[in-house]
């Protein structure tokens, strides 16, 4: 049964599985509320102690609760989708308190990690070492994985792919990837497990993604587990590697006026100074988490790519975000530096609050198992 359970939190992650025709992830929602009904099934009593997934279930009840205040407040459209979005993480915030309670939290990152690596890396070898193309969404949703960069050609090869593993791009494979990774180091004892840690950090890095490269370096640089002279050979060699495109994307392009994604981001930042500037409500409620964005705002790109913290800001507000932080910081200080190390990289991420597996992230950063047990239940890691 426990592999049922490692299976359907790897489906909950995979939120790039999006079926435009009928508007959602549904291997994640589906994956989530299988997962609810086996956790739920035959319990007469349904508890929830005092635990930071509660907390989590109550922080968004108040986001929910403040976004209707001011979109009556203010007589906002009301966005319908993103309130059946806030009712479904708000569910998985309780089940992902059910999920820890009788999964290992080792176990879960171990599995996690290690399944999706094998798709990233047979994705990586299949086209440098075959020249197979491999793309594991174009036959199941119709989109296809964004792997190819412009005209860039890795030196050698003539050739070049940044391998997405089961997401849609190579940075959403490093903001699902990269907190368990960063929180993983703290089991990396064993030799099977430092080899998995340190292929899952190499992981980022051949993503050739912005975010892999930044998330890979934080973890490198903060983690206790990889020594410093070994942190310094995989620099040099993950710097003489990454060095030719990222000279590319951020030099040759931007002198060829080529888009590297900076532009979106930037406008993203000057919008959401220009509101909290021009209109006092912004300050309290955003551009408001239930709402259609009004048309005045000119926002382009997704609005959670320019990472999560920013996100907050603009659709929640700074004095709800300065609150939020300061709620989760106070986790953070309790946390070893492998939790932290993950709450970092979260808020740097282009996660979003409305992906059913936001909080299962969050849980595991913060996780304590100093709960008693359920009845009939057994914790399987005592101490962490």
């Not at 308190?97 to 990152?109: D, E, G, Q, W």
């Not at 709800?320 to 990289?345: N, P, Y």
Request: hydrophobic share 50%.
């Amino acid at each position: 049964m426990k592999n049922l359970y490692y299976l359907l939190f790897i489906g909950i992650s995979l939120q790039t599985y999006y079926f435009y025709g009928k508007g959602g992830p549904l291997i994640s929602i589906f994956s989530l509320l299988l997962l609810g009904l086996i956790l739920f099934d035959n319990k007469k009593t349904i508890v929830f102690p005092y635990h930071v997934s509660s907390k989590i279930f109550v922080w968004y009840f108040i986001i929910l609760l403040w976004s209707i205040l001011g979109v009556l407040i203010f007589q906002l459209n009301f966005d319908f989708n993103r309130f059946g979005g806030f009712i479904i993480v708000a569910i998985s915030s309780l089940i992902s308190y059910r999920y820890f309670k009788v999964c290992s939290l080792k176990t879960t990152i171990k599995w996690y990690l290690f399944v999706n690596i094998i798709f990233f890396y047979i994705q990586f070898f299949g086209f440098y070492l075959f020249g197979f193309e491999i793309d594991y969404l174009v036959n199941i949703t119709g989109e296809k994985q964004r792997m190819f960069a412009g005209s860039f050609n890795f030196p050698y090869f003539n050739s070049f792919i940044r391998p997405t593993g089961l997401y849609q791009e190579p940075g959403t494979y490093a903001t699902f990837l990269s907190p368990f990774i960063a929180l993983f180091g703290r089991y990396s004892e064993s030799k099977q497990n430092k080899k998995l840690y340190y292929s899952a950090i190499l992981s980022l890095f051949l993503s050739f993604s912005t975010f892999g490269i930044i998330f890979g370096s934080i973890i490198l640089l903060l983690s206790k587990k990889v020594r410093p002279s070994l942190k310094v050979i995989i620099g040099c060699v993950v710097s003489l590697i990454s060095y030719p495109y990222i000279h590319y994307r951020f030099v040759l392009s931007k002198a060829t006026d080529v888009d590297v994604g900076f532009g979106f981001r930037i406008n993203q930042i000057t919008e959401t100074v220009n509101i909290l500037k021009n209109n006092t409500q912004s300050w309290f409620f955003g551009t408001n988490l239930l709402s259609i964005v009004p048309k005045n705002v000119q926002l382009t790109g997704a609005y959670n790519d320019s990472s999560l913290l920013l996100y907050l800001i603009l659709f929640l507000g700074p004095i709800l975000t300065i609150t939020t932080i300061i709620l989760i910081g106070r986790e953070f200080l309790k946390g070893d530096l492998f939790s932290k190390t993950g709450i970092i990289i979260l808020f740097l991420s282009k996660i979003s609050i409305f992906m059913p597996f936001f909080p299962f992230i969050v849980n595991s950063l913060l996780w304590k198992n100093r709960e008693i047990p359920l009845k009939g239940e057994r914790i399987i890691e005592k101490r962490i």
